[in-house]
Structure formats: structure tokens, C-alpha cells
């Protein structure tokens, strides 16, 4: 079936510094979605983007959706303990295009 | 913002017991709820899709029997665990949308089976 990769499974940041998380399909998506899950809770809706080659800012968060609509990243920049979680990738395929397929996430650890 | 609360958020139980977890879309109509499971440190598996008023669609290898879905209405779905044996203990979380809009999730209910 469809498949979402994203890597790296585990990001250890030092604050202050950036980061990136990058997701690949081998099918065309849709759209993307990006979630963030803290420790314990559950999964919260970040940003969904569409359009190729789409650019959405969240203060230091900056995501963009490939020009074939097969890849996506999320950027952090000035990490801050406040960024610890796992974030998720989630596309919906063509095909299937009211089911999201979620990437395997990237927990990301913050040293002071 | 979309609001999807999911219940109970905690259940310890005796091997045997069947379970049932409740999910409500609070402020608006979902057409679609989806019911998921999640190992510690890993993504979340996609169990079935629920639309109101039909049955639900499982994903492979989810067996619909064990796990049994109802939709009733547009702002609840439940998610019956009949017969729970320990390897069927795992966080469950379910999300519901509206037509062409993103998932949103509900709490999540940590289910252990003794």
C-alpha cells in the first residue's frame, strides 16, 4: 500500500540550534499534514499543505511541500525545550485521498 | 478550533473483558472518523474508517469481529474491544473530520488488559 518514509527517527538538539525533519513518498500525494505529539498526549494538527512547491511559516517553524508532491520538511529554527515531542508527517494519496498515511516520526530531544 | 474528545482516557481491565471507547466530534459534524492504534515509540497504525450510517472499513489484517465499530451519528463513533486478551492492550486514538478538512484527534485511551 501507500507509504509514507520519514527520517530521522530521532533528532537530539542542542537549543539554540535547527533541525529538519523530511518526509518522501513514492506515490503522488494530495496533501500533507504535520502533527505534533508531546509525551503521553496525542497527536495535534499543525499545518496541512496542498499546493506544489507550497511555503508555510509557524514562527520558527517553516514547512514546504515538494514541486512533485511526493516530499515534504519541516524546518526548526532556534530550537527551544518547548519543541520536545515527535513530529509526524501524514499524507493522503490520490488513490486514497481521505485516508492519511502516516510516516514512522521524528522525536526530537532538546539539551539546555 | 475543532474539538474531538475521546473517552475514557484510561481503562485497566481483566483479560476476558470487553471495552468500549466512545469518540464525539464536540463542534462540528464529522463525516469520517478513523480509529487508530499506537505502540509505545512508534506512528500510528490506522485501524478502520467510519462514515455515519455505514459500516466500517477495516484496514488488513484488523479483524472487524475483535474490534467492532459503530457510527451512529454524525458527532459519535465507538470502538468496542470484545474479548480483550493483554496483547490487545495499546493506546487508541481516534480523529474525526469534516469533508476535505484535516483529522483531528481526540485524547487517546490507554487500554491495559491484565
Known amino acids: 500500500g501507500q507509504q509514507v518514509m520519514q527520517i530521522p527517527q530521532y533528532q537530539h538538539v542542542q537549543e539554540g540550534e535547527d533541525f529538519t525533519t523530511y518526509c518522501n513518498s513514492s506515490?503522488?500525494?494530495?496533501?500533507i499534514q504535520w502533527y505534533k505529539q508531546r509525551p503521553g498526549g496525542h497527536p495535534v494538527f499543525l499545518i496541512q499543505?496542498?499546493?506544489?512547491?507550497e511555503v508555510k511559516k509557524q514562527k520558527r517553524l517553516t514547512f514546504q511541500f515538494g514541486e512533485a508532491k511526493k516530499n515534504s520538511s519541516l524546518h526548526i529554527t532556534a530550537t527551544q525545550t518547548t519543541d520536545v515531542g515527535t513530529y509526524f508527517c501524514?499524507?493522503?494519496?490520490?488513490?486514497?485521498?481521505?485516508?492519511?498515511?502516516f510516516g514512522a516520526g521524528t522525536t526530537v530531544t532538546v539539551r539546555a | 478550533g475543532a474539538v474531538v474528545s475521546q473517552h475514557p482516557s484510561r481503562v485497566i481491565c481483566k483479560s476476558g473483558t470487553s471495552v468500549k471507547i466512545e469518540c464525539r466530534s464536540l463542534?462540528?459534524?464529522?463525516?469520517?472518523m478513523f480509529w487508530y492504534r499506537q505502540f509505545p515509540k512508534q506512528s500510528l497504525m490506522l485501524m478502520a474508517t467510519?462514515?455515519?450510517?455505514?459500516?466500517?472499513?477495516?484496514e488488513q489484517g484488523v479483524e472487524k469481529d475483535k474490534f467492532l465499530i459503530n457510527h451512529a451519528s454524525l458527532t459519535l463513533s465507538t470502538l468496542t474491544v470484545t474479548s480483550a486478551h493483554p496483547e490487545d492492550s495499546s493506546f487508541y486514538i481516534c480523529s474525526a473530520r469534516e469533508a476535505q478538512k484535516p483529522q483531528h484527534f481526540g485524547d487517546g485511551t490507554r487500554l491495559s488488559i491484565l
Open positions: 501524514a499524507g493522503t494519496h490520490i488513490i486514497n485521498d481521505y485516508k492519511l498515511s
Open positions: 467510519s462514515n455515519e450510517g455505514s459500516k466500517a472499513t477495516y
Open positions: 506515490t503522488t500525494l494530495s496533501n
Open positions: 499543505l496542498v499546493k506544489s512547491g
Open positions: 463542534d462540528f459534524q464529522a463525516t469520517t
